[in-house]
Every structure is written in C-alpha cells, then in structure tokens.
C-alpha cells in the first residue's frame, strides 16, 4: 500500500514561487543560505507571472547578462522548472521534482519512438491525501484500514514552513501563523500565465490525474471534484487521455521551445 501527498500542480508552483522567494528567507524555519542562482532566478523575474508570462516565452538568448549569471534569464527559468540544474541547493530543486521525480518506482514507461506515456501500475494499492481535502482523506483512509472516520478533526491546523514574522519564533498557536504576513506572497497569475505554465506541466498534470483516478480512497465525486479544479486551470491538459499510449505532451514532441520560448 502506499500513501501520496497531492496538490493541484498550478499550486504547488504558486506555493514553491512564495517559499523559495529571497524576501522571505530570513523567515525560514531551516535558514537555508541564499543560493546565487535563486537569486538570480528573482532578479530576472520580480513576480511569477513574470516569470510565467516573459519567461516562458522569450528566446533563450534573450536577456543574456543583464542579472551577472550563468544563464540568461530564459535559460536559468526553464531549466529550473524541468529540474535540469546540476547546481542548485534546495532552495530551488523542488520546481523540477514534481510528481514524476518521487513516483518514477511506481511508473511504466512506454516508448515505441513517436510516443511516451507513463501509466502507474494498477497492481499498486495507491491512496492520496489531496491538500484541499486533507481532513476528508486523511479520514477515509482511516477507515479502508478499519478505523474510525472520525480520526481527524474537521479542520487540521496548518504547519507553515516559516517562523512568525513578528517574533521570529515558532508561534504558542499555530493559527497564529499567518501566511500573508511574508514580506512577499504575489500569486497572481494572469490567464496568458496560467496556460503557459498547465504548457510546461503537461506531464506533471497527466500523473497527477492518474493518481487521482487510481486513488482508492476516493469516490466518483471526489475524483471529479478534483478533476474540475485542475480543468478550470488546465482545460486541455485535464481532458487529454493521458492513460492512451498515443498520447504526448506537446513539450516532448519537439525540443526547440526551450530555445524558442513555448508556443503562444
């Protein structure tokens, strides 16, 4: 049996954007030491949907010195966001280690030349825990194991990766943690910056959805409720057939973008 930790793949880069922001460093509850190319990442791009908008877009010779580093701006992005830097400390790695960097024991590969699909093994006993929901599944996985149902509370209180920005200590209370307190937490992402990124998270997104439709622990509902929300970010990636072998992300289907910039 296995456990995964899930999130709608639009948020997790929302979330990593915030978390590895030099701004709100000093708040780390790790203290991690700023990484050069971290900072240079935010100096390139002051605001993810800059960074999900110009970034993604513009030829990668683009932008060439203009932050003192060892890529150009576009470059530096992109490579991050597939997790092909050697170099990089944690400050950055989590942008490139999605879903299928933890479960690539658990994927089937099949490349016959002109198609690459990745399918989890259906012999896995696989339950989730999707954060939106996390009460609910937490509890439901409680129960196929002959639990209670009621093991966890109704609301689980946040454990935040920061200190309090007041103090600069754990807070007494966890509800006192406040999140939009950070010296930075832009979200924004404007619909041009939205599909750019459901673009490079083609992949991402097609295991994320064959985890929830190989989840045990969810119902039909369940399972649709969170096919819903990753549609209202990614239309065309939530309805692609992702189990169909003939199916390939447009990324894999020629390389030039990460010179180009991804089509617009």
């Keep these: 049996h296995w456990m995964f930790s899930i999130r709608d793949p639009i948020e997790r880069i929302r979330s990593n954007w915030i978390f590895a922001h030099p701004q709100n460093n000093k708040y780390r509850k790790d203290h991690t030491e700023l990484e050069p190319l971290q900072l240079q990442l935010y100096r390139c791009y002051p605001s993810l949907?800059?960074?999900a908008t110009r970034g993604l877009t513009f030829p990668a010779?683009?932008?060439?010195?203009n932050n003192n580093g060892s890529y150009s701006c576009p470059e530096l992005l992109r490579r991050v966001f597939m997790g092909d830097i050697s170099k990089y400390g944690p400050q950055l790695i989590h942008y490139g280690r999605g879903y299928r960097y933890y479960l690539e024991p658990f994927l089937k590969t099949t490349n016959n030349g002109t198609t690459n699909s990745s399918i989890i093994l259906d012999e896995k006993s696989i339950y989730v825990v999707r954060q939106e929901h996390m009460e609910d599944d937490l509890n439901s996985i409680n129960v196929a194991f002959g639990?209670?149902?009621k093991l966890f509370p109704k609301k689980i209180h946040s454990i935040d990766h920061f200190w309090d920005t007041k103090t600069d200590q754990q807070p007494k209370h966890m509800d006192s943690l406040r999140y939009d307190s950070l010296p930075y937490v832009d979200r924004y992402l404007s619909p041009e910056g939205i599909t750019n990124l459901c673009w490079i998270l083609c992949d991402e997104i097609q295991v994320?959805?064959?985890?929830?439709r190989r989840a045990k622990n969810l119902e039909k509902d369940q399972y649709q409720d969170s096919m819903t929300r990753m549609a209202e970010h990614c239309p065309n990636e939530a309805a692609a057939a992702s189990d169909n072998n003939n199916y390939?992300?447009?990324?894999?289907?020629?390389?030039?973008?990460?010179?180009?910039g991804i089509p617009t």
Excluded: H, V
Aim: aromatic share 10%; with cysteine.
């Design 61 to 65: 010779g683009s932008e060439a010195n």
């Design 208 to 212: 994320y959805k064959q985890l929830l």
């Design 147 to 149: 639990g209670s149902p």
């Design 248 to 260: 390939q992300c447009p990324m894999f289907l020629s390389s030039d973008w990460i010179n180009t």
């Design 49 to 51: 949907n800059d960074a």
